[in-house]
């Protein structure tokens, strides 16, 4: 069987990608600063409430010196305004009141920024968040600081749990943002940045990097799973285990095409480390930094043609048989 191509038209293509990662946003969780799912997030969806109303105070105050030096211009009868009285509202007007906005709302995110960063909580898992180009790469450690588990472009969190985020880069500068949760933090090469999330409430939400890092920037999204601690553990331990199929004509097409360079599928003999981890991608539910669903058909058009679905991507196309590529998907589904 032949996959099915997503997109033919270059231009079309690059409209689809956005558009589909809008509807995995729109179907799973909006992605915005105002609709909070944790208690950093709120406090940063009030700060921009505040910004917005800090903004229409001072547009109505503007435009309402406007239409008050208008109507005293054009009023035959009116007598004119005395210096004293114009210099009053100039000073409070114009002076005052976006002073005292600007400083209110520094304020409010100095305020803000120390409590959204606050201290890490012992009971959250640590994470390792790696910007890539162009896709992200979450490292789970256990106590030890040792790495237990790997997903590729999928962050989850255990609700009611305060986890730290170690965000680090090899290459260039990224934002790591997810707006539901926390505000925005850089990926600076050489140095580590870290960043706290508890999510308060199950859900599932995408996130975006924020900072423009390349010809792939604006498809560099991921998503973000929050579960009860329960379901969050049993997660974690599934993910921390080794591939479940561990042999076959599948595996064997996959080193043949030499995708074991890049990837790793651990308890196999691929070992790559310069893509994604595929030890569990079955379980995923997006592909390409979730800019297109995981589906049979998705997945053998980014083997065959990862061009045509983020323009610029670092991973090679690939042609085999149709036999051998069918081989390969079924191994790759099997994945979980």
């Known amino acids: 069987m032949r996959p099915e191509r997503r997109i033919n038209a270059r231009p079309r293509r690059v409209v689809l990608g956005a558009t589909m990662a809008a509807a995995l946003s729109g179907c799973e969780g909006v992605q915005s600063v105002l609709s909070p799912a944790s ?39 009116a007598r004119r305004i005395s210096f004293r009285n114009a210099t009053v509202m100039v000073v409070i007007g114009g002076v005052i009141a976006p002073i005292a906005a600007i400083v209110a709302v520094s304020l409010s995110g100095v305020m803000i ?15 390792e968040v790696h910007g890539k180009r162009w896709w992200w790469e979450f490292r789970y450690l256990d106590r030890d600081g040792r790495v237990i588990a790997t997903t590729a472009n999928e962050l989850h969190l255990p609700v009611g749990q305060r986890a730290t985020l170690r965000l680090m880069s090899d290459n260039v500068i990224h934002s790591f943002w997810a707006p539901n949760l926390q505000g925005k933090t850089d990926l600076v090469p050489g140095k580590v940045n870290t960043l706290y999330a508890e999510p308060d409430v199950a859900g599932r939400w995408r ?64 070992d790559g480390q310069k893509g994604p981890d595929l030890t569990h991608l079955a379980s995923r539910r997006t592909l390409a930094a979730a800019t297109i669903p995981n589906s049979r058909g ?30 390969l998907l079924t191994y790759l589904e099997a994945l979980e």
């Open 298 to 327: 998705n997945l053998g058009g980014w083997i065959t043609s990862p061009q045509d679905i983020k323009p610029g991507a670092l991973m090679p196309a690939f042609a085999p048989p149709s036999d051998d590529l069918d081989a």
């Open 207 to 270: 996130g975006q990097c924020a900072e423009f890092c390349g010809l792939q920037h604006g498809l560099m999204g991921f998503v973000v799973q929050a579960d009860a601690p329960q379901d969050f553990d049993r997660w974690l331990q599934a993910q921390a285990a080794g591939a479940v199929v561990r042999e076959g004509r599948g595996l064997q097409v996959f080193m043949d095409l030499g995708c074991g360079e890049c990837h790793a599928i651990r308890g196999t003999a691929a």
């Open 113 to 127: 920024g120390d409590e959204v960063e606050g201290d890490a909580g012992s009971s959250g898992p640590v994470i």
């Open 39 to 77: 208690d950093d997030a709120r406090m940063v969806a009030d700060l921009a409430w505040w910004m917005f109303a800090t903004a229409t105070f001072i547009f109505v105050v503007t435009m309402g010196l406007l239409i008050t030096g208008v109507a005293l211009r054009h009023k035959r009868e």
